[in-house]
């Protein structure tokens, strides 16, 4: 057996590391074996010297092996089991509206998501905010809700992929988070054990995305796309834009009231609206629900608008320990911040660029992201009615408004904010589309 500060020597010195080495690193990981700062050490080596192609599938086999593989055969569900993953960013409440939608056209949708990373919001965190939901119950729990709503997001439970759970936190606060290598092992390796038949993965790009160059994003893209098929499981990567919030609103009960919102049609932000119907399209196309993305469109349109997808959201809150009428009650029930103010610009004008991620670090500054994995997160903080590029504000129409525990968190949020837009004296001459460019497995 190789000890583990070897295996972390040979990968900082740039060795290639064989698929057994990997293999007695993560078991080391998920047995406790493996201390903290080896983890650390560990993540920081592969940052910097990265993996090879067969590194990153030997790397996401062994964290997919740590734990529990779920296998849907028993349960006869006359669907394919499909999902959904983003390299998070601001404003990015896709998976929460998406889900429900692909459970209306028939798949079955057992997402196991992910808390906040850095400047991005964690799909479990937006959840946690909802009275009563169990965000990360045990697995027949987990089953159960599938089976019945068609879809369920949870957390990582301590038998899926646990030697993930302990990486992923680490990578947040030691500034691994970009390495594509853990990226790859960390998305799919949950992914692999959910038992998918099919992946569609938004890759972001742009200030507020964590590869903020096309570059980096076409490389992640393409990485996930290939181990993943070479894993088995059939993927496709859209790179979108991530020059600005997706939604209006950026925070954990701001974002869930508007996911509520899309989903009932009360409002539906243009740019999420494109890039949900683009990656459900997809991933319909990619499991015969669809013949092509066209006809994987319109089914997921005709979800929104005869309320299948709001009613499929609805069964599983109340499957997950929700309000049974969640939707009618979901703007009283959802916890509110006592300070709420909006943030005018020093000069009117038309919103020119958005440094998104200046914006997330608002929402974490205020309380609703972590520095530190241990810290605690308060659900009601957070923007909304961000205003998009193009926008004309000024006296009458803010950047944002500002949901705040307090008055001094609220005026340091809003510095910050006023500094992330750039304003022009005309609007841009063109709008940019949210989906920029397609990456498909070796399959497609």
Sequence with gaps: MTLPQEIIRAKRDGRILTEEEIHEFIAGLTSGAVTEGQASAFAMAVFFRGMTLEERIALTRAMTRSGENLDWGEANLPGPILDKHSTGGVGDNVSLILVPMLAACGAYVPMISGRGLGHTGGTLD???????????????????????????????????????????????????????????????????????????????TGSGAFMSTMEGARELATSIATVANGAGLPTVSLITDMNEPLASAAGNAVEIRNAVDYLTGRRRDERLHKVTLALGAELLALSGLAKDPAQGRTALERGLANGAAAEKFERMVAALGGSKDFLARAHEELPQ???????????????????????????????????????????????????????EVGPQRPLARIHARNRDNADAAARRLRAAYRLAEAPPSAAVEPVIERIAGSAQ
């Design 126 to 204: 937006k959840l946690d905010s909802i009275p009563g939901y169990v965000s990360q119950p045990d697995l027949s729990r987990f089953r159960r809700a599938v089976r019945d709503a068609g879809c369920a997001i949870i957390g990582q439970t301590a038998d899926l992929a646990p030697a993930d759970r302990r990486l992923y936190a680490i990578r947040d606060v030691t500034g691994t988070v970009e390495s594509v290598a853990l990226i790859t092992a960390s998305i799919l390796s949950k992914k692999l054990a959910a038992g998918l038949h099919g992946l569609v993965m938004d890759v972001k």
């Design 337 to 391: 911040a006592p300070v709420e103010i909006d943030v005018r610009p020093h000069a009117p004008g038309f919103v020119a660029s958005v440094d998104a991620r200046a914006v997330g670090l608002a929402v974490v500054e205020l309380g609703g992201g972590r520095a530190r994995a241990s810290d605690s997160i308060d659900p009601t903080v957070g923007l909304t009615d961000l205003a998009p590029i193009g926008a």
